[in-house]
T-cell receptor, first 114, second 112 residues
């Protein structure tokens, strides 16, 4: 398996624009997580899904953030409108109930909002 | 709820020195415990894990033992290399829920 695949790797956008981050989890995994990492706040869990259903979105900072998982092999995190304080590295991770919760992370998307 | 506490601050040490990073946890039931490592510019990757009390996880010369009596999972390596410079995260999950609770991470810098 190629691991968790995120795209794009880097995104630079202007304030007010819509940004969509994409994630392909490892095949067969039933959990998918979206994290945000910044120097100031460290690693934050934004939302996670189990069997494509959102379980906990309490980490989503504002209504400007939304996430979907239309099927087991694809998820998106959307920010609309984007703001400079959204600049961060966004990670997607997936895991399987059968593997003691061991999570596999993607390489991340570095988002810069100017 | 579940939580993980790591020692404060970065760790700077010389090559071949002994490394210890402390990790303690609070959890209901019997969690699985993990150490993740993040090299510069990369995502987190699993370093080692332990799923029950007294288990020892090991990988790449790193070790950690699941201590239920002290609710700890300290990471150790006997002789670090420059290539071990990274950020190390302690984490746990509870049975029936794959949600990971992470510590804040420790930056480790190994100087030649």
């Amino acid at each position: 398996d190629a691991g968790v695949i995120q795209s794009p790797r880097h995104e630079v956008t202007e304030m007010g624009q819509e940004v969509t981050l994409r994630c392909k989890p490892i095949s067969g995994h039933d959990y998918l997580f979206w994290y945000r990492q910044t120097m100031m706040r460290g690693l934050e869990l934004l939302i996670y899904f189990n069997n494509n259903v959102p379980i906990d979105d309490s980490g989503m900072p504002e209504d400007r953030f939304s996430a979907k998982m239309p099927n087991a092999s694809f998820s998106t995190l959307k920010i609309q409108p984007s703001e400079p304080r959204d600049s961060a590295v966004y990670f997607c991770a997936s895991s399987s109930t059968a593997r003691d919760g061991e999570a596999f992370f993607g390489q991340g998307t570095r988002l810069t909002v100017v | 709820g579940n939580s993980v506490t790591q020692m404060e601050g970065p760790v700077t040490l010389s090559e071949e020195a002994f490394l210890t990073i402390n990790c303690t946890y609070t959890a209901t039931g019997y969690p699985s415990l993990f150490w993740y490592v993040q090299y510069p510019g990369e995502g987190l990757q699993l370093l080692l894990k332990a799923t029950k009390a007294d288990d020892k996880g090991s990988n790449k010369g790193f070790e950690a033992t699941y201590r239920k009596e002290t609710t700890s999972f300290h990471l150790e390596k006997g002789s670090v290399q420059v290539s071990d410079s990274a950020v190390y995260f302690c984490a746990l999950t509870s049975h029936g829920n794959n949600r990971l609770a992470f510590g804040k991470g420790n930056q480790v810098v190994v100087i030649p």
